[in-house]
Structures are given as C-alpha cells and as structure tokens.
C-alpha cells in the first residue's frame, strides 16, 4: 500500500457525519447482531471483536461494560507514517479537534492521571483519552483511535451471511497499554462500551434505518450462547418462533444521574418477597455488567436476606460461601419464593431462583445477593446473574426498558437465537 492511499485511509477513518456517528450503508434489514459468551473465569459477558457467529477460533474477547465512555482494547499507535492501513493493523491517532475527542475528553475520570503532559507533547495531532479497567478500578493514560469491526446483520432469525461491509466498519476507540489488563482473564483484551456515550457501540456502529437502540440477553453459562441486537428488532428465538420478544416485554423509563452519568438506571418503588415491601421508599437501581452479582447497601442488603431467611425456615441452612452470607442445602432446595422489583411504571421484574440461587459447591445453594456496605454510591446494583437469560431492551431514544423476566418459564432462554447463517 503506497503512502497517499494511508493519508486517505486516515482521513476516511475521522471524518463523521454531521451527527458524529459512523453509518453503515442500506441494508434490508435495520437490526445487528453479536455472539454473546460468559468468560468462565469471571462469569463476565464478553464479545468478539469480529463479532462473527460462535467459530471461536482464538479470537480475543472484550467485556461488555454498559457505563464505559468509549471502547478500548489492547494496542500501539503510531506516529510516524508507515506503509499500512487499518485493515492490516495500522492504527493512527485522532486529531484533538475531532468532535468525538471532544465527547470522549468530556469524561475524563477524575481519579485518572492527567493528561497534560501527553497533550503538550503531541499537541493537537492526539487525541488523550484515559481507559478505565472497570474490574481493577484503574485507568492509565492513552489515546483514541479508529478501528475496524464486522457487523452482521439479522432479520430477526437468523444473521446475515455477509457482513455489512467485507472489510470492516470503522468506529472510534481509545489504545489501552498491555498493563491495563492485568485483572482480565488471559483471552480479554479490551472494554466494549455499551453505555448512552456516542462512543459506544449502540450509537456509533449502526444502519441508517437503524434507531439507537440495543437489546442483551445474557447467557446462563460458559458453553451456551447468548446474544446482543443492535437496533429495533424483530427479536425471535428458534424455540418461540412465532413470538416476537418484543411482545413479552413491560417497560420502564431509564433515568440518568446527571449529564456526565453515563450508566442505565430505572426507579424501583418497592422490593417484595411474598408481597412484603424491603424499602421504604423509592430508590435508583443501576445495571451493570462487571458485577457478576446483585450488590446492596447494607441496610437493603439485611432487610432482605432477613425476610429471605424467613420465608425459607423449612429449608436447612449451611455454611455461607463467599461472597455471600445466606446459604442453603442445595439438595433441599426445591423451590423458593421470587424476589419482585416494582418498577417507576407499576411494572414487576421478577427475580425467580435461576437468578437467585448460585450452585456454590460443597452441597451449597448461595442467595446470589452482595452486601456493598454502608457507603456504596450507588443503593441497588443489578449484576449480570440476575440479568442471565432475561431479555432487556434498552431504548435509548425514546428513553426506556424493556424486561422480560426470565426465559425460562416460558420455554426459551438467550441461547435460543438460531445463529445459523441465511443468504
């Protein structure tokens, strides 16, 4: 590859439309599709970064992170020119006039290194970002880039059978340094964000016909398949074939903290355990996906594992396996009573044992519950086994979730999407 043709490439790869999002071009159909697995290690959603159907030939994987500013991954930019382009691993930085430097330097972490010395260096050829490792509590100093990924897209059954353009969609990410992924497992290189940033994937990677608006459904285990939509659907699982998911799901608003709150929350009413009311008031309720559990304030946390207690006397307790305080004979456990949140909307998100109950070993079955402490920041964070084999919907236009509760009940689970090809 010559030398102007890297200049083009570059210069392709930063100029965005007038609503600083990156356009794939028309297709049939206005909904995306991605593979997704649970990492065995961290019991974390990750994704790959060909976003090709479940062939797992080595690729390395990104966790899922819905409160990220911008995905990251692993990688070198350079600075000087070089014969290559971004389809053969080149990647060049993003001048710090570019509208989506400025979108991603507007949430520069507090608790990160500045970034000052790197700006004065580089002046404004670069573009400084600070990656954060959102299981590690840490961030190091970077910069943004683009990047290629393979989009597939679905009909609402099945992917298509060619990707939405042969070489790759360019998007806008930050490098991160070999160091930053320290506490990921071995085949983890990289954050994808799903959060309401223009960075992330739902609003940076999509069809012109295609609103911002993306749905997960995580799977219950490291050998099945989940699955995430960008876009508005139809959504249809082989085992519900002539069910659109859409159709089953309740809907409450999603709120945001604040301008700079870039995490999806929803207003819960009551918490109920056989109709008995845990809280006494409203509270805000985040959803995260680098918790592997629901995490509580203490004072919820009690409340609940209390009445929990309570309601299943007749059931032996056993040792408590960490993290979790309220464990039970696993081979007695039969049934137990369902955890409701009653949403904003007057909608119930039932919480049933699947997504209570952790198989902890040593004939254990664990409350899969965490007490965060006094002090947390935030009062009720959903972690991803209460999301397993739920479908949500996160409708950021119009502002709102969707919820299913579990799968199960009903036949199906997030495995259910048919990954087989379609012309």
């Known amino acids: ?8 490439l570059v210069f392709l790869a930063v100029c965005f439309s007038h609503d600083h999002v990156i356009k794939s071009q028309s297709t049939d159909f206005n909904t995306s599709v991605i593979p997704i697995l649970k990492d065995a290690t961290t019991s974390l959603p990750k994704i790959s970064w060909s976003f090709r159907f479940p062939q797992w030939d080595g690729s390395l ?16 930019i350079r600075h000087i020119p070089v014969v290559c382009g971004l389809e053969e691993g080149c990647r060049f930085p993003l001048p710090c006039d570019n509208i989506l430097c400025k979108e991603a330097q507007s949430y520069l972490n507090p608790t990160c290194p500045s970034t000052k010395n790197i700006t004065s260096k580089y002046s404004c050829r670069i573009c ?32 298509s059978e060619f990707p939405r353009y042969p070489f790759g969609t360019e998007f806008v990410l930050s490098c991160a340094p070999n160091s930053l992924l320290k506490s990921f497992p071995q085949n983890v290189s990289g ?4 959060s309401w940033s223009s960075l992330g994937f739902p ?19 490291s050998s099945s398949t989940g699955v ?26 999603m709120i945001r903290k604040n301008s700079k709150s870039l995490g999806y929350y929803i207003k819960v009413n009551r918490i109920l355990i056989k109709g008995t009311s845990i809280i006494t008031k409203s509270i805000s309720v985040k959803l995260s996906t680098v918790v592997p559990y629901t995490i509580l304030r203490s004072d919820i946390y009690k409340s609940l594992t209390s009445s929990f207690s309570k309601a299943v ?32 909307s007057g909608k119930i998100w039932t919480i049933s044992k699947d997504n209570l109950m952790k198989n902890s070993g040593n004939g254990a079955s664990c409350l899969a519950f965490v007490d965060g402490g006094s002090s947390v920041k935030d009062a009720v964070v959903i972690g991803t086994f209460q999301m397993e084999n739920n479908f949500l919907f996160f ?22 999407f048919n990954f087989t090809v379609t012309p």
């Open 228 to 253: 995430t939509f960008l876009g508005d659907g139809p959504f249809h699982f082989t085992s519900l074939p002539n069910v659109d998911l859409r159709s089953i799901l309740s809907y409450t608003p």
């Open 61 to 76: 994987f990104y966790l899922i992170d819905l409160d990220a500013p911008f995905t990251w991954k692993n990688c070198v």
């Open 395 to 416: 409708d950021l236009v119009n502002q709102k979730l969707g919820f299913s509760s579990s799968l199960i009940p009903r036949g199906t689970s997030c495995s259910g």
């Open 128 to 159: 400084a970002a600070t990656p954060f490792n959102p299981i590690s509590k840490t961030c190091k100093i970077s910069q943004l880039t683009t990047d290629l990924v393979t989009i597939y897209t679905t009909n609402g059954r099945n992917p």
């Open 191 to 194: 954050i994808a964000s799903f």
């Open 203 to 221: 609003r940076q990677v999509y069809n012109r016909n295609q609103a911002a608006k993306f749905a997960l459904c995580l799977p219950g285990s």
């Open 1 to 8: 590859m010559h030398l102007p043709v890297i200049k083009v």
């Open 313 to 344: 006397k007749n059931i032996p307790s056993v040792t408590a396996v960490k993290p979790f305080s309220l464990c039970l004979k696993a081979s007695a456990v039969g049934s137990v009573p369902s955890i409701d949140f009653e949403t904003e």
